[in-house]
């Protein structure tokens, strides 16, 4: 891959203090009157995958479109800090996001064909985005296109690249969209759901594509997912959304293996692929969130906690519950206070 473009001002390519790729703290995002993000904080180094796991509908999304400064004129973000790539996203103008983005940033959704174009080849959607960025004459984006395609492991690309859209499988199609996304050699890559929507022989070899490619380039990623198998291969790091807040955050074998929140717990227990072969019975999570949940003052995840208590009332906090863990509940873990002591997993 070539380097950042020769054209962005030295100020602008320059990641946050650290390699920090990703830095939000405070972020609040509205739709309409109505708050979906609460004040959350959320940092990626580069080289590092964290991954943001919560239900439908508790903010991942806006939080990932947020950083990439993508959020339409209905939406209203107000932060401490949103930064990404060491841009500052709340004061920048219209020119340096659309410079940022496919340049420093990009993102991958959980659908190809909305991200395609479906009256273009393939090979020329790439090429346009070199393009765009400045980083090649028409000749040199067409060849430098092929070779994206190849390095997604696209097979025949040459003959690939003078395919439309509806010619390639989902799987196929996906890679075309991470190609379209490498093309700009970033610093930071926004997974939204990358392999949501593609069969599961396919999705590991998405997932291992993302991971290698990540892992060449030393990108930041953060990943978005309500799968847990896919956090778990995937994720250095998880941050545990509800309800628009995060509400645990730790690495991924202490989040996964010993959970601090009720919420993270209920979720563990409503996957069939991480109980036992001869495991306990599955718990669905009573109720659903709803729009009362993101104003209460208290727990957001009361009315639906199986050990709510009088204490939940009060206003949660995120309070530090070991090194580089979080958790938004007054209680500790009772196997834990029993057997480990106090939060040094
Ligand atoms: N453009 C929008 N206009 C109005 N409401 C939106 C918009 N985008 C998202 N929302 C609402 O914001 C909440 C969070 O959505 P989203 O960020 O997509 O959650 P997730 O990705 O976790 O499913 C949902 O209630 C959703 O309906
Ligand atoms: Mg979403």
Redesign the pocket.
């Known amino acids: 891959m070539t380097a950042g473009a020769p054209t962005t001002a030295p100020a602008a390519t320059a990641a946050g203090a650290g390699g920090r790729v990703l830095d939000t703290s405070g972020l609040r995002?509205g739709?309409?009157g109505?708050e979906?993000?609460s004040g959350v904080d959320l940092r990626v180094e580069r080289g590092e995958v964290v991954g943001l796991i919560?239900?439908?509908?508790?903010?991942?999304?806006?939080?990932?479109?947020a950083a990439m400064g993508l959020?339409?004129p209905?939406?209203s973000v107000g932060a401490d800090r949103l930064e990404a790539c060491g841009t500052d996203l709340l004061s920048s103008g219209p020119r340096a996001l659309e410079s940022l983005r496919g340049d420093r940033v990009a993102m991958v959704f959980q659908e190809p064909m909305t991200s395609l174009n479906p009256c273009m080849r393939i090979g020329a959607q790439v090429a346009e985005v070199l393009r765009i960025h400045g980083r090649a004459n028409r000749q040199e984006a067409r060849d430098r296109a092929v070779e994206l395609l190849h390095a997604v492991e696209i097979p025949s690309p040459e003959r690939r690249a003078r395919q439309f859209p509806h010619e390639l499988s989902g799987g196929m199609r996906q890679r075309v969209v991470i190609a379209i996304a490498m093309a700009g050699n970033p610093q930071l890559l926004l997974a939204?759901?990358p392999t949501t929507a593609l069969d599961v022989t396919v999705q590991a070899e998405i997932l291992h594509l993302l991971r290698s490619l990540q892992q060449e380039h030393g990108m930041g990623m953060l990943l978005?997912s309500?799968d847990l198998g896919v956090i778990t291969a995937m994720c250095d790091r998880v941050q545990v959304?509800y309800a628009?807040q995060v509400v645990e955050s730790g690495t991924t074998g202490q989040v996964l293996t010993a959970p601090r929140h009720p919420y993270t717990r209920a979720l563990l227990a409503a996957v069939p692929r991480m109980r036992d072969a001869d495991g306990g019975r599955l718990t669905a999570i009573r109720g659903q969130?709803t729009?009362d949940d993101r104003r209460r003052p208290g727990c957001r995840f009361a009315s639906r906690c199986p050990s709510v208590a009088e204490a939940c009332t009060a206003p949660q906090p995120l309070r530090e519950v070991g090194a580089g863990r979080t958790s938004r509940c007054w209680r500790e873990p009772e196997k834990e206070t029993t057997t480990k002591g106090d939060g040094d997993e």
């Open positions: 995002i739709f309409g109505s979906v993000v919560g239900e439908s509908g508790c903010g991942k999304s806006s939080v990932a479109l959020l339409g209905g939406a939204d759901e978005i309500h959304m628009g969130l729009d």
